[in-house]
């Protein structure tokens, strides 16, 4: 929950994990991004983390996409169409909290109508439509990690 990203020495045992167990981990490629606004120290060794896991042939984020405001459904379906069209090459993570606006997820959190919002989003069949039409292809962490691994392979037998 942002946590892992607030000291060095967290990101760096979070990736070390990742490394050490060969599962992929929430990374994104350019730390420098305006969006992140992370203290130059995580920034520096975010980078040469960004190494060891290109080195082991785990997947790496190039870009990613969190709306976490806002509660009108016309609104935030706007900019996620925007954000998925608008995608250049790689691999883009958006990160979404679905849930229902009700008693329940209201005594868990203060965020259940933005999750809600979320949900009737991508639940939306204009929605699923257009990112279909876009050609950006969903896939899961699996899939990356299958990804990542023919091209390190093509990539040793290019050498």
């Known amino acids: 929950m942002g946590a892992v990203v607030s000291r060095p020495d967290l990101v760096e045992v979070y990736v070390k994990l990742g ?9 994104i490629r350019n730390f420098n991004s305006p969006e992140l606004s992370l203290p130059a120290p995580i920034r520096a060794r975010a980078a040469e983390l960004v190494k060891l896991l290109d080195d082991k042939g785990l997947p790496v984020l190039d870009y990613y996409t969190q709306y976490y405001q806002g509660d009108s459904f016309d609104k935030k379906k706007e900019m996620y169409l925007k954000a998925i069209t608008e995608t250049k090459p790689g691999v ?4 979404i909290h679905c849930g229902y606006n009700n008693e329940e997820l209201q005594a868990i959190t203060t965020s259940s109508l933005i ?8 639940t939306d ?11 950006v292809e969903v896939i899961s962490w699996k899939q990356l990690c299958d990804m990542n691994a023919k091209k390190k392979v093509a990539a040793t037998n290019e050498k």
């Not at 204009?126 to 039409?133: N, P, Q, Y």
């Open 19 to 27: 490394v050490e167990f060969g599962v992929p981990v929430f990374f």
């Open 92 to 95: 883009r993570y958006l990160i």
């Open 115 to 122: 999750r809600d919002v979320d949900r009737r989003v991508f």
């Open 125 to 135: 069949p204009a929605v699923i439509e257009a990112v279909k039409a876009s050609g």
